[in-house]
Structures are given as C-alpha cells and as structure tokens.
C-alpha cells in the first residue's frame, strides 16, 4: 500500500486537494493523510467548505498560528519532520506556494521523500515576492511537477533537471465544478443576468497599501457606472475595504441581506446549502460616472 501525504496551509488548497483526494479513494493500493499546518479550530474552515468539496477534515493538523514567514517556515519544518519520523511516506504531495509549502517540500526532501508539487510553474518574476521565492525553492526540489497551462509547464520543463517530470493537467479547479455542476441552483440575488460584476479580494501586497487599494475601488466603482459590484469578502479583505468605504465620498459597500454569495443544491434533492459563509456585499458608487469620464480624467 502506497501512502501519500497530502500537506495543506490555507484554505483555498483544500479546493485544490479535493479532487485528488477523491482520486485516491477511488484507486486500489493507494492511501492518503491530509495535513493542515495550521490549526484546527481554525473559523476560516467552517464545516461548509467540506461538506460543500464532499471531502473529509484534514486527519493532521500542526497548529502553526503565525503571521511571519520565516516562523511559518521553521515551525512546519520542525512540526513534519517529527511527523515523518513516526509516519513515513511514499510521496508528499504539496500545493501552491505558501511557505508552508515550502518548508513541508524542503523537509521531506531531507529524508529522501518524493515530492509532487501541484500547480508548479506559476511564475510572476518578481524576487521582492516572498513566493516567488517559495515557488522556486518548490519546483527545484520537486521529483514531479503538475502544471495548469502552456506557459507554467514551459518553465516548470526549463528549470528542471534532467529527469524530472512534468505534467500538465490544466487548472484542477475545473474538476471541482464539473464534480458539483448537477448540484448548483440559481442564486437568489437581485441582479440582471450579465448586468453585474464580481470582485474578489485577497493579495496580502494589495491590502498592506490601503492607497493604492483605494485608488483600485475608486476607479473600479467609476468605470461601473450604476452596474452593481458583488463582493463576497471575508476576513481582512472584508474590514480594510469596508473601512475605505467608510472613508471615501466615491464610493459606498452597502450590505446586503444575503448570508452565502451563492447556493448549491443535493444531489439528493434537499433544501439548497450554501457553498461558503462569507457575506456578500453588493458595492454601489456614490456618483456614477462613465468609463469615458474616468479616462478623461
């Protein structure tokens, strides 16, 4: 029997894992552990992200609880090397580029583990981004690299050694909508099909430089004109552009009385559940103005 460690920092990997898991369930001679790094109780993995993926709770988790990298990198290191002592594995299975990510690649690489790094190749360039660092650490050390597109497995192919693999297999996110497509239901928003936009927000960089993000809204709202902007944040994102809106005399979040951003529904048939927690905000400007005016400007 195989044993794959599937190793997880942040929520949105566990969209990612979802479809792999389910993968490895179905295939003979294979099992899996899914580690989280972070904590348990952690109130951004409320149970509707599972029961929504369809997939368990990680069986793992490490209880990292640290905002700075360097700390996040030591403490998943020395957490998953204790782990690996006592549970070795065939295969680590590492997602996006997170330094969580990182450390649990650079440990089980120190004890001659295979790693298999899950959308590798992703690139932005830009050596003043903590993970752009990771992502290079990452793909160096992996034994395979599964890419989303063209452009990633071309640099995923040039980087690496000789004898590496890599894999494209396109954007696993995709297999998530195809796995839940007979489960989705119309959501119920006031808003014409094709009549509004959709915003989402959650660069660390970005939130960091309140300015620069309030220049972003400002011209977002503007060049929308009356069409609603629906935002479905959460956390930080939620209280930084809340507290510009506050701010600002161009544009304004009014909060809706919508709980989830949209519903699924069972396979079953049974009342539609919703597929996050996060409040939808609906983001109007203040004073309308058109695409042409904000360029004239």
Not at 215 to 239: D, K, N, S, V, Y
Request: glycine share 4%; charged share 25%.
């Amino acid at each position: 029997m195989k044993k794959i460690c599937i190793v997880v920092g942040a929520r949105p990997n566990f969209v990612k894992v979802a479809p792999l898991i389910r993968a490895i369930q179905k295939t003979d001679g294979a099992d899996y552990e899914l580690i989280y790094t972070g904590r348990r109780d952690d109130p951004t993995l409320e149970p509707s992200l599972f029961e929504d993926l369809q997939m368990p709770r990680p069986q793992v988790c490490f209880g990292v609880d640290s905002t700075k990298l360097n700390e996040i990198t030591s403490q998943v290191m020395d957490k998953f090397d204790s782990y690996l002592e006592f549970s070795p594995a065939d295969i680590v299975i590492v997602v996006d580029d997170l330094a969580s990510t990182m450390a649990a690649a650079i440990t089980a690489k120190k004890r001659g583990i295979k790693v298999a790094h899950l959308v590798a190749g992703t690139r932005s360039f830009d050596m003043n981004m903590p993970k752009e660092v990771n992502r290079l650490v990452i793909d160096a050390l992996s034994d395979y690299l599964f890419t989303a597109g063209v452009k990633s497995n071309s640099v995923a192919s040039r980087e690496q050694a000789e004898g590496s693999n890599t894999y494209m297999v396109g954007n696993i996110l995709m297999d998530n909508l195809r796995f839940n497509r007979d489960r989705f239901c119309k959501p119920a928003i006031d808003v014409e099909e094709n009549g509004y936009l959709v915003f989402t927000l959650n660069r660390k960089a970005l939130l960091a430089d309140e300015e620069k993000l309030r220049q972003l809204l400002e011209a977002m709202t503007a060049a929308a004109g009356t069409m609603p902007i629906i935002a479905p944040l959460r956390g930080q994102a939620h209280e930084v552009v809340s507290r510009l809106s506050a701010d600002s005399s161009l544009f304004t979040l009014h909060f809706s009385l919508f709980t989830h951003h949209f519903h699924i529904s069972s396979s079953a048939g049974s009342r539609p559940m919703p597929v996050a927690s996060s409040p939808t905000r609906v983001m109007w400007p203040r004073k309308p103005r058109s695409t042409a005016c904000l360029a004239s400007r």
